[in-house]
């Protein structure tokens, strides 16, 4: 069959690299992609946001199922838009329709979500820009330290969390007052800090049946001890050494059967992906955030150790037959390293060329912030690649990634040195050498 990505970074080179595996793929297509994508299918200059255009390719190329990968073409209702139009309305499209979306488009309802249906979540307050006066009072009762969230999508860097009640007053008035985060930040959720170690957790439903994939960790901060700025995500592992049967069996039972069931009393009829942002609290696990999507750089991670056929399943979700497909997984370890340009998250460069992508490794090597020059591949982003390496434990797949690394580089090009090495005392085996 002839299928469509919508998206152009690291996550969809992941899915344009494993879709491509299925004996059941004709022609690919990724809309817009970048320069790793175009070596598995044709890029295609369409805006993931333009739906008409969208429509009228996947009748001109006939295209049969229709993966979107990044949250704004969902929030926007992409899978509204197919459903209005009776020539496309039959395709099956992978991702909620708007309405779904809203469990990452806003803050407020998701958390109001997991209130109605029992998910164990933090406690919060919303608050919008005629309630400055009541938020700042309600900061002035809680313990410290304070997050706070712009209610709407703001490319990940929409969370902050203040170590005392001067920085959270000062930040919830830019927030709200001064549009910190532009529209996103018209209404701030303003939440107890949970204190534990993250996990992500991949659902993928057809609306009824579920399936969970490979849990992930993530590496949200710009640097090595979690510090500085929030990013996109500079790294990943999967599975969780920590996220075992017994843990995950709690994840099932009091967070994915309850979502599941919570979307169909909303008549949300749901196919697509569900990422869990949970937080281990001394072995209970509790939701932070829902994304609509899978995430990036765990998808990098999490793709890889799929072993069945990713079509089928992609497949099954978007015609609602997921119950009969088939998901098995690799029990290797996966570790994920995201190379950014020198700046990111703030003001970087593009078009520095990126030396040895042609260097030799069994490691796998996604382009996220990529593109063409003059037969050269250039960075075009702020993340720019991320490595994938695997192996039959975390501290050799670590070993390994950072040894593909070292061989990249560009003018200004960073990573972080210490992705996994917080998991290692899970498995009691830490790094005999250093990554540095």
């Known amino acids: 069959m002839n299928i469509l990505i919508l998206g152009s970074g690291g996550r969809e080179h992941a899915f344009a690299w494993k879709i491509k595996q299925s004996p059941t793929c004709g022609q690919l297509f990724i809309a817009p992609g970048n320069a790793g994508t175009g070596y598995l299918g044709e890029n295609v200059p369409i805006d993931p946001t333009s739906f008409p255009e969208i429509g009228d390719f996947v009748l ?3 295209i049969e199922l229709v993966v979107v990968g990044p949250e704004v ?37 998701a958390k109001q ?30 313990n410290t330290p ?60 057809d609306g009824n049946s579920y399936k969970i994939l490979p849990s992930a960790k993530d590496y949200k901060r710009i640097g090595d001890g979690d510090t500085g700025l929030n990013t996109g ?29 919570g979307l169909k009393s909303e008549a949300i009829d749901y196919r697509g992906f569900i990422f869990l942002g949970l937080i281990n609290v001394k072995g209970e696990p509790m939701v932070i955030e829902y994304n609509v999507r899978m995430g990036d750089p765990e998808t990098q991670a999490v793709l890889p150790r799929v ?4 079509v089928d399943l992609l497949w099954a979700c978007g015609t609602g037959n997921l119950n009969n497909a088939e998901l098995t997984i690799d029990t290797r370890s996966a570790c994920t390293v995201v190379m950014v340009s020198g700046g990111y998250p703030g003001s970087y460069q593009k078009g520095m060329v990126i030396e040895g992508l042609g260097t030799a490794t069994n490691n796998l090597v996604f382009h996220a912030g990529t593109a063409y020059h003059h037969g050269r591949i250039v960075t075009d982003g702020g993340r720019v690649l991320a490595v994938t390496s695997f192996d039959n434990e ?21 990573y972080r ?17 250093s990554t540095e």
């Open 60 to 62: 001109r190329k006939n």
């Open 73 to 109: 073409p969902l929030a926007l209702g992409i899978r509204d838009y197919f459903e209005s139009r009776h020539d496309i309305a039959h395709i099956p499209l992978v991702g909620p329709g708007k309405q779904g979306a809203l469990l990452e488009s806003s803050k407020d309802f």
């Open 113 to 142: 979500f997991m209130v109605k249906y029992g998910i164990p979540t933090a406690g919060y307050a919303t608050f919008d820009q005629t309630q400055v006066e009541q938020g700042l009072d309600f900061i002035k009762t809680q």
């Open 146 to 205: 304070i997050v706070l969230k712009a209610d709407g999508l703001a490319a990940g860097k929409g969370v902050v969390i203040c170590e005392n009640q001067q920085q959270a007053e000062k930040e919830f008035k830019e927030m709200l007052l001064e549009s910190k985060f532009g529209q996103a930040s018209a209404k701030v959720v303003v939440e107890e800090f949970l204190d534990g170690v993250e996990i992500s957790v991949f659902v993928i439903t």
């Open 233 to 261: 995500g500079m790294g990943a592992v999967s599975p969780v050494p920590f996220a075992d049967p017994a843990f995950m069996k709690k994840v099932e039972d009091r967070i994915v059967i309850p979502t599941i069931e």
């Open 307 to 310: 072993s069945s056929d990713l």
């Open 394 to 414: 975390i501290k050799a797949a670590l070993q390994s990634v950072y040894d593909t690394v070292k061989s990249i580089n560009w003018q200004g090009s960073y």
């Open 417 to 433: 040195q210490d992705i996994g090495q917080d998991l290692l005392r899970w498995v009691n085996k830490p790094l005999e050498t």
